[in-house]
């Protein structure tokens, strides 16, 4: 589903919550009055759900930021690994180093495209052992080669870490995502929260809808915005830019 999508859904979610809390306060000033003694301090429970609300959208929001600029650090650190890589090839004989850097070449535009691309996600996944694999034949070969072994092994070196990166990457990406759990407890504080809300509209008898829509605008936007955070291929994407300008780079060295 598209992080788009969240936005009427977390609005509609918020208000429908508002306007149930309405048609309960109501009923309950209908059957006992407003000056019923037994309606309790209900601004306090509200007001207490409300600072829980906040506190949670406070701790949602830091886990998916962080992810976000933890994705956006590892595409500079990508990119810089396997330029490096793409250095450290011309120290080895001229056979190796070519066909390193047509490995790398092909692997840096894969990596550049599929964020603006989605659909070659599945694609690429399955392509990254292969060429890992290709990379390490290559300096399988340059061990006995003609190549010094202090260059074999920086070369060496960078292959490990451009394979190293590519797995922290894709379980940062795919796999490290705001647990389930925390977004039951949103979705459930929520509810409890906006459910308050609406009933001291109703039983204070004063129905807003603006008031009302202007709220669940407001709470809809933070929790898109958690949502989009969270997924790398919302609206905010990560920006591909150090990725895009190796891949220019590398086309310039052939």
């Known amino acids: 589903m598209s992080s788009l999508i969240w936005f009427p859904v977390a609005v509609a979610f918020v208000y429908g919550s508002v306007q149930l809390g309405f048609l309960l306060g109501r009923r309950r000033r209908q059957s006992v009055g407003a000056d019923d003694p037994s ?8 007001g207490s759900l409300l600072a829980l609300l906040a506190f949670l959208l406070a701790f949602t929001f830091q886990i998916a930021s962080a992810r976000h600029e933890r994705r956006k650090q590892l595409v500079l650190e990508e990119s810089n690994a396997i330029g490096t890589a793409a250095l450290r090839a011309d120290l080895l004989a001229a056979e190796h180093a070519t066909r390193a850097k047509d490995v790398l070449r092909t692997y840096a535009n894969q990596r550049a495209q599929v964020v603006d691309a989605p659909d070659t996600l599945p694609q690429a996944l399955r392509d990254a052992p292969v060429l890992h694999e290709r990379l390490w034949q290559v300096a ?19 292959v490990n870490e451009v394979i190293d990166l590519h797995q922290v990457r894709t379980v940062v990406a795919l796999q490290y995502r705001i647990p389930e759990v925390v977004w039951y407890c949103l979705a459930g504080l929520t509810f409890l929260a906006m459910l308050g809300v609406g009933y001291q509209f109703g039983f204070a008898g004063r129905e807003n809808v603006w008031l009302q829509s202007l709220l669940a605008l407001s709470y809809g936007a933070v929790i898109w915005l958690i949502v989009d955070l969270d997924d790398p291929g919302g609206a905010l994407r990560i920006s591909q830019q150090p990725m895009l300008d190796l891949v220019e780079q590398l086309q310039r060295q052939k």
């Open 39 to 46: 309606a309790g301090p209900s601004g306090s429970v509200v």
């Open 140 to 158: 399988r070969e340059a061990v006995h080669g003609t190549a010094p072994q202090p260059a074999v092994a920086l070369f060496i070196g960078s």
